[in-house]
């Protein structure tokens, strides 16, 4: 079973900055995409940005230029660089990875930010 851990979410006032970050262990092997999605309360979980094994990059339209998707060395650690945060990108924010057929998520961490 693979397993995604998320880190990095928390309070910032807007125009700050927070890094996530997603490890992935168990049989990682042959998963090409990772990316993060994310859920406000009320809203219908979105997808932010994602990445594959050759490092092409997609990203929604409301963070382009605001936010850097990027993979580890290793590839199994997918990291978000959020700048220019404003309040509308409050949302628990989700890891996730296809491989198989099979989604795999994270546990989803926290972003706030305060106006």
């Known amino acids: 079973q693979v397993r995604l851990v998320e880190s990095g979410g928390g309070l910032v006032q807007a125009g700050g900055s927070l890094r996530l970050s997603c490890a992935a262990s168990?049989?990682?092997?042959?998963?090409?995409?990772m990316g993060w999605y994310r859920q406000a309360p009320g809203n219908q979980r979105e997808l932010v940005a994602s990445i594959t094994g050759g490092g092409s990059t997609n990203y929604a339209d409301s963070v382009k230029d605001r936010f850097t998707i990027s993979r580890g060395n290793a590839k199994n650690t997918v990291y978000l660089q959020m700048s220019s945060l404003k309040p509308e990108d409050t949302a628990v924010y989700y890891c996730y990875a296809p491989r198989y057929g099979i989604t795999y998520w994270g546990q989803g961490t926290q972003v706030t930010v305060s106006s």
């Open positions: 168990g049989p990682i092997f042959n998963i090409n995409v």
